[in-house]
Each structure stands twice: as structure tokens, then as C-alpha cells.
């Protein structure tokens, strides 16, 4: 089992799961707190159109899933500005949008591409030191804008109108966390996959608010959770030859159901109740 350490590949999947898993569960608080675990769904699947449609005709396929996943996210929300349509409604609609398209690719491509299906499924054991370098500067970039804005981010999480009227830009703030949601879900694709990828997002943030009261303590705990429960999904998916996203994934409700039944607050408390 040790020698499994030794190996390269294993040695990237560990560090690609890290940085997936902590970044996923930093900006999953907010995701929780405000409610947008829908967008997170929504954008993973347009993200992987634009992977299908990379490989497709030829281009690189990371750089079309964070056009296809930015384009997304911000149409719903200009949508939304302009009081068109629910933020929930568009992203439905480009949901199933972007997902008939990813079939459409691949119904064109002329043969089979197991690749395709990494990002579909997640296959973080094959991530390359090319993506795993992709992947670390994504994340930086991320959580570089996410300590620069956290003042911000939190107050709109909470109360979006009470910050505008607090003089906060409250809607351009709002775009910059949608933008952050995109990079993250183009950051996780290769690990956990399309399907799985908003459930890292998601579990993480949700299992730290069953175990405090604190807004820093909340960050933390989502913190070492996510990035424990992908580490274990990497470990337990080598180890057994398992696929890796339904590893962490799996691994990540055990922990949530556990942390329900140790939670402090019962089974009743929500969101809106964190201080």
C-alpha cells in the first residue's frame, strides 16, 4: 500500500485533490450561505460542453470549459439583473442547454475518447503534471480574489441588499463570486468530474455548518473536510480501483451524515442562522 506513495501519478493526484478539495469547500461556504448550489450544478455541465467541444475540434479543452462555464454564470446573472428571469430559472435553461450540446459533441466525435469521460466521471489518478499546474494556478487565482474580497463575499452571502445599501457594489460583487464559482468548477472537473463536482462544492460547507456557530470556524472545518475526504477518496479509489469521483464524493456524505448526528444544532438549523 506504502509503495503506492512512490509513484508519480500518485503523488500528482494527491496534490490535485488537495488543491480541489480545499478550494471547493472555501468557496462552497458561500455557495451555502447563499443558496447557489444550483449554479454550481448548472456550470459543471456547461464547462463540460466546452471540454467535449475542445476535444472536438482540436482546442484545448480547460480553456473552452472556463469560456463555456464564465459565459453561463453571466448570462443567468445579467439575466437576473435585468429582472428577465430567476437566476435558478436561466441557469436551469443553460443547464440542459449546454448538456444537450456536450452530447451533441460527443455524438460527433469519430471515435471513442476515454478522456472525455475522465472529465465527465473524474479521473484525478491521470492527471498530468501540464493540468496539475493548470489546476494550482487556477486555485491561487481563486483564493487570491477570495482573501481579497472576503469582507465583501461574506456580506452579500448574508444580505445582498443590506450591502448595497451599506455602499458595498453589491452586484459587481455578486459577478465576482458567480466568476469564482465557474474557475472553481473548471478547477474540480478532472478529480471529481462534471456530474460530482458541485457535491464537493456543496457537502464540504454543508457538514462544517452542522459543527459551529462561527463564520471563521465554518471556513476552517469546510477547509479540512474537503480537502480529508478527497485525499481519502484518491487513497481509498488507488488502493481499491475504484473511479476516484464517486470515491470522494461517496466518502464526503459519509462524513456529512456523521456530522449530522453530532451536530450541536439538531437537525432543523439552516443557512440563515450562521453568525
Given at each position: ?178 466568476t ?42 469546510s ?15 488507488a ?17 456529512f451524515f ?14 440563515g442562522?450562521?453568525?
Open positions: 500500500m506504502l509503495e503506492l506513495f512512490t509513484y508519480d501519478f500518485m503523488q500528482r493526484s494527491l496534490m490535485a485533490a488537495a488543491m480541489v478539495g480545499s478550494l471547493c469547500s472555501v468557496i462552497g461556504v458561500f455557495v451555502v450561505l447563499r443558496g447557489l448550489a444550483f449554479v454550481g450544478a448548472g456550470t459543471s455541465h456547461a464547462a463540460f460542453a466546452g471540454v467535449t467541444l475542445g476535444y472536438l475540434i482540436g482546442w484545448p479543452p480547460l480553456a473552452l470549459a472556463i469560456l463555456f462555464g464564465l459565459s453561463t454564470v453571466w448570462i443567468s446573472g445579467w439575466v437576473e439583473e435585468k429582472g428577465r428571469m430567476k437566476l435558478d430559472v436561466s441557469i436551469g435553461i443553460l443547464y440542459t442547454a449546454t448538456m444537450a450540446l456536450a452530447i451533441l459533441f460527443i455524438g460527433l466525435m469519430k471515435t471513442y475518447n476515454a478522456e472525455v469521460y475522465g472529465y465527465l466521471f473524474g479521473s484525478v489518478l491521470s492527471v498530468t503534471g501540464e493540468e496539475l499546474r493548470i489546476i494550482g494556478g487556477l486555485a491561487i487565482l481563486v483564493l487570491g480574489l477570495i482573501v481579497a474580497f472576503s469582507k465583501e463575499l461574506y456580506f452579500i452571502a448574508f444580505d445582498q441588499e443590506m450591502a448595497e445599501a451599506s455602499g458595498i457594489p453589491a452586484r459587481r460583487i455578486f459577478f465576482l463570486l458567480l469564482l464559482v465557474a474557475l472553481t468548477v473548471v478547477v474540480a472537473l478532472k478529480t471529481v468530474g462534471a456530474i460530482l463536482v458541485f457535491a464537493m462544492i456543496l457537502i464540504p460547507a454543508s457538514t462544517a455548518y452542522q459543527l459551529t456557530h462561527s463564520l471563521r470556524t465554518l471556513t476552517l472545518y477547509v479540512i473536510i474537503g480537502a480529508s475526504t478527497s485525499l481519502g477518496g484518491v487513497i481509498l479509489s488502493a481499491w480501483d475504484v473511479p476516484s469521483g464517486p470515491a470522494i464524493v461517496l466518502l464526503a456524505t459519509a462524513v456523521i456530522s449530522l448526528l453530532a451536530s450541536p444544532k439538531g437537525f432543523k438549523a439552516g443557512p442562522h450562521t453568525h
